[in-house]
């Protein structure tokens, strides 16, 4: 059984100002008058692997401390989660928890993991209210330094709407009680979209993103330099690090070395070149022209995206399935049995994860089901071009449903060793 340590409010510790300022709190000990509506609460921890710890307070709200499940430390569990790591187990950090109103933030060392506002209507009976804190220690988390300070029972929820519970909003809750990770790894800051909104949007929506530099020929991206400075323009901030590698030229613009410090990399099989030497950017209408041999041309595709799954260190395979327009149409005659099968299984065999795409709605519900039966992961991804397209995994949250997928089939960055780490050879040493 976990032990719990319950702290009282320090009014009752008998010390002056305790409503004015921080105070110390002391553990090993009920005390009474331990009830809080709204406070500031800053807690150092340490964890070590296997722990799975947390913070409690008013009634049925936790903290996660402990990073043995896939939602990591700083996650607000059953409502926000946080799936990437930031602090290495053996190293003291700071989680600070505020409640305002209807609203719940939690900071990780400064850094804002969760920006929780109570929806309209509420969900279930998990409402804020009122209660005391409490620590739960499983599986190896130390705790010092807590101090609470008492905020005053009318303060108001930080400004903004609050979110409505619509039917999005709540199966995005469900999934992720049910382990399946609400993360959309495939993010761009393009069409005017800040580093700030993105995070903003991640923390309102509750899904954690993957914000990725785009690497290739005609890129943003080209070669090692421009890839730390994306990289650092990342530091520090409560998302993934990823990269988008596009065309095949791609393993010969970055190094090894730096191509290990993203904590993912992506790509798809819509840059290629034929077997008459032209280069084709799938989604430019211009680029592909005339397609004399659908046929040809699909064997073709298939044995790219083959090859790329063979012997690219790639993690997931974005925009999967993805057709021209010109052969958009006849997706499901084109999309063989058999095609569908070489690139499930090259995908399975090499540990690539399969992308269920909202802005292409790919790959196809028959596809999926396929892919599930093969035992191939999924994530969640969207591809925007704009604020405007960065939606909610629509598209996901429906394959979830109709091709029951589960916590099973899905994919989390980090958890394993990477695809840079399985095929580092495949990138330039220096």
Known sequence: MPRR????????????????????LFDGRSLKGADFRNFELEIEAMTRPGANSGIKFHKGFRIQIGNAERNKTGSLVGLR????????????????????????QIRLSGMLLVD???????????????????????????FRGVRVRRLPDDAPTPAGP???????????????????????????LKGGLTLEQALAKS?????????????????????????????????????????????????????RGVAAQFDYIFTDSMTWTD????????????????????QEFMDTLVDRAVGILEHEPVDIYANPTFLPDVLAADYEQLWTS?????????????????????????????????????GAKFTFGTNNESVKDLDRCEYGLRMVEECGLGAQDFFVPLSGPKAVERKGDALRSA
Request: aromatic share 8%.
């Open 275 to 294: 077997k008459r030497g032209k280069r084709m950017r799938l989604w430019l209408p211009n680029e592909v022209g005339a397609i004399a041999d659908p």
């Open 162 to 188: 609050p979110p409505v519970a619509d039917e999005i909003y709540r199966q995005i809750i469900a999934n992720a009680r049910r382990d399946i990770p609400m993360e959309d790894t495939h993010v761009h």
């Open 203 to 255: 923390r309102r929506d509750g899904i954690q993103y993957g914000i990725a530099c785009n690497l290739g020929v005609h890129n943003p991206v080209q070669d090692d330099r421009g890839a730390l400075e994306y990289l650092e323009q990342l530091k520090g901030k409560p998302c993934y690090a990823a990269m988008q590698a596009e065309g095949r030229e791609w393993t010969q613009m970055v190094s």
């Open 81 to 104: 989660h946080i799936y990437k790591q930031f602090v290495p187990d053996g190293q003291w950090f700071t989680i600070q928890a505020a409640v305002r109103g209807k609203n719940v």
């Open 5 to 24: 340590v319950f702290l009282g409010a320090a009014a009752a510790l008998g010390l002056a100002g305790a409503d004015e300022g921080w105070v110390e």
């Open 338 to 374: 058999a095609r569908r099968e070489k690139v499930i299984q090259a995908a399975v065999r090499n540990h690539v994860a399969i992308e269920i795409n909202t802005r292409y709605k790919l790959p196809s519900v028959s596809f999926i089901r396929m892919a599930k039966a093969a």
């Open 116 to 142: 929780y506002t109570e929806p309209v209507p509420p969900l279930d009976a998990q409402v804020l209210s009122h209660g005391v804190f409490a620590l739960e220690n499983s599986g190896g988390a130390r």
